[in-house]
């Protein structure tokens, strides 16, 4: 199990300076959110800048994956928007998963993690589905010329909001072998039917990225671990049983006030966690754990 912490969480910080904290604390990766503060992907220099950002990475020996849900990235105005699915604008939000998947290759990331959107008031289940399936259609050939996955989270409240969504949009793309999940394991105690646990082991060999928070059932709030209802040690070791050998990053942008300590806090709660996992594990010849 590799750790690794969301740079969205560190807005306040320079990104290098973000990106020393987290190895010094002991974190083996970084889930890297495209945005203006530390890597716009629209910026004129953004090709120099990833290649810097490469090479800060392979100097403090941290993996990568690349998030996209910057808030106001493409609409100042408008949270997330426009998205795969709302009425306009849809083209832009492909034009910025295809530079994901283009600085993602760049990074030598193990993911491009992105999100459906909002499905706009009125406009029924079927139209999404014939927005949302020729928006990803139209990023798949690049990540797969370039061998990059992409990542798909449901995200509570979107159009793809839960995994049983994201398993019927594999389906209707044919279940491409660079189409994989995200799993966010808050979201499995706010929304999922399963629980986190369930949620992991219904997406098993399919998951690419892990973002690690707390949450409650029926709230979408990133809360620290041992805020909500999480049962921690489960989840990881569920992680482990499914051999996931990706990164698990911690994902808490509305914690920057505090990001140093925060992530402190994060990697100490893992650790224990993992050990506690570890320990529950059953042991000898029919289970997994000597």
Request: one cysteine or more; proline letters at 7%; aromatic letters at 6%.
């Amino acid at each position: 199990m590799r750790f690794g912490y969301g740079s969205n969480g560190f807005w306040d910080h320079r990104l290098d300076d973000a990106l020393a904290i987290i190895a010094d604390l002991g974190y083996e990766g970084v889930a890297l959110t495209l945005d203006h503060p530390h890597l716009d992907p629209f910026a004129s220099d953004a090709g120099q800048r990833t290649r810097r950002i490469g090479a800060r990475l392979a100097e403090l020996d941290l993996a990568v994956v690349v998030e996209t849900g910057a808030r106001y990235l493409l609409d100042p105005r408008r949270k997330h928007e426009p998205t795969l699915v709302s009425d306009q604008g849809r083209e832009k939000r492909v034009e910025l998963l295809r530079r994901a998947v283009r600085i993602g290759h760049d990074l030598g990331a193990e993911a491009v993690s992105f999100w459906s959107g909002i499905l706009p008031d009125g406009v029924p289940e079927a139209e999404g589905w014939s927005r949302l399936v020729p928006g990803v259609e139209q990023v798949l050939p690049l990540a797969d010329e370039l061998g990059v996955d992409c990542a798909f989270e449901p995200e509570p409240g979107m159009f793809a909001e839960r995994l049983c969504d994201v398993l019927e949009l594999r389906e209707r793309l044919g279940s491409p072998e660079r189409f994989r999940v995200t799993v966010d394991v808050g979201h499995g105690v706010c929304n999922e039917p399963d629980g986190p646990e369930g949620t992991v082991r219904r997406a098993a060999g399919l998951v690419a990225n892990v973002q690690l928070d707390d949450m409650r059932p029926g709230v979408h709030d990133h809360l620290e671990f041992g805020d909500g209802e999480i049962d921690l040690p489960g989840v990881l070791g569920a992680l482990e049983e499914v051999g996931y050998r990706g990164l698990a990053a911690v994902e808490l942008p509305r914690h920057g006030h505090a990001a140093p300590l925060v992530a402190q806090r994060s990697m100490r709660a893992l650790t224990e966690a993992l050990a506690e996992a570890r320990r529950r594990r059953p042991s000898g010849p029919e289970g997994v754990g000597t």
